[in-house]
């Protein structure tokens, strides 16, 4: 690369910024942790790690998500995703949780959308918006997906490729306009369309069975903050203990190294 720059007289540069600074978290059993720098990282392995508990200084958390009295919010991770996305769409902001597969998209759409405010409760400019868009599904060949059709109501909606062309782009605009509140979806979303949100949520970070890459954990956390509209982007990725230690190394783990086709032996740059 070095040779190349020569022969190009040309310089590199790296920056950091970001027109929106984002605050990202660790979220741990129902804990939420800060998880912006490789000390904070480190700390949140070793304090939270169960060989550690009798450790002098214990770990500083943020806040603590209060556990549900709902049997099917039982799972500390379920009920912490729920919870962050319904105090953030009740805020007026927008939101997107990461999900790890298609049925975990639909099942994380229809229960977030059971504890925010109901159709009528709405706006009527809103409750209006929200008909159209179930019209414009109901319309199409498929028809309208039973799922979203319970969802859409309350705001929410999830987007992965299980959906036809024509319903991920309805879906995408009525959340980019403000129709709809949440976007559930695969990770496959983050590389693929523009759709910032206020806060991102991390379900878990695999990709199937797979812990996703650092580039793409990067795509989806770098979805918080919108230009223009918020201050500040939130990410909050969540875990269980038996992913603890490989998420934190993820969540600071270095982009791959990339090298230029125009150097190598088969490709070189002549002029």
């Not at 920056?15 to 904070?40: F, K, M």
Request: one cysteine or more; proline letters at 5%; aromatic letters at 4%.
């Amino acid at each position: 690369m070095d040779l190349l720059k020569s022969w190009l007289q040309g310089h590199s540069y790296e920056t950091h910024y970001r027109p929106v600074p984002i605050q990202e978290h660790l979220v741990y059993d129902g804990n939420v942790y800060p998880a912006g720098s490789t000390a904070s990282l480190l700390k949140a392995v070793t304090k939270l790690d169960t060989r550690s508990q009798n450790s002098q200084q214990p770990l500083q958390r943020l806040r603590v998500i209060r556990p549900s009295p709902h049997k099917e919010f039982k799972d500390p991770v379920l009920n912490a995703v729920v919870a962050l996305a319904n105090e953030t769409a009740r805020a007026g902001y927008g939101v997107l949780v990461f999900s790890s597969s298609r049925a975990g998209c639909e099942s994380d759409a229809v229960l977030i959308s059971r504890v925010l405010p109901a159709f009528e409760e709405a706006d009527l400019v809103v409750q209006e918006k929200r008909l159209d868009l179930l019209s414009d599904l109901r319309s199409l060949p498929t028809g309208l997906d039973p799922k979203l059709g319970e969802s859409i109501p309350s705001g929410v909606a999830f987007h992965h490729a299980g959906l036809t062309t024509e319903e991920r782009e309805l879906v995408a605009k009525a959340y980019d306009d403000g129709t709809l509140k949440v976007c559930v979806a695969t990770c496959s979303l983050a590389a693929g369309i523009n759709l910032p949100a206020r806060r991102v949520i991390l379900h878990n970070a695999r990709m199937g069975r797979d812990l996703v890459g650092p580039a793409m954990l990067r795509q989806m956390r770098g979805r918080a903050g919108r230009k223009g509209k918020d201050e500040v982007g939130e990410t909050y990725l969540c875990c269980r203990q038996n992913d603890l230690e490989a998420v934190v190394d993820l969540m600071h783990a270095d982009l791959p190294e990339i090298s230029s086709c125009l150097i190598s032996d088969s490709r070189r740059i002549q002029r």
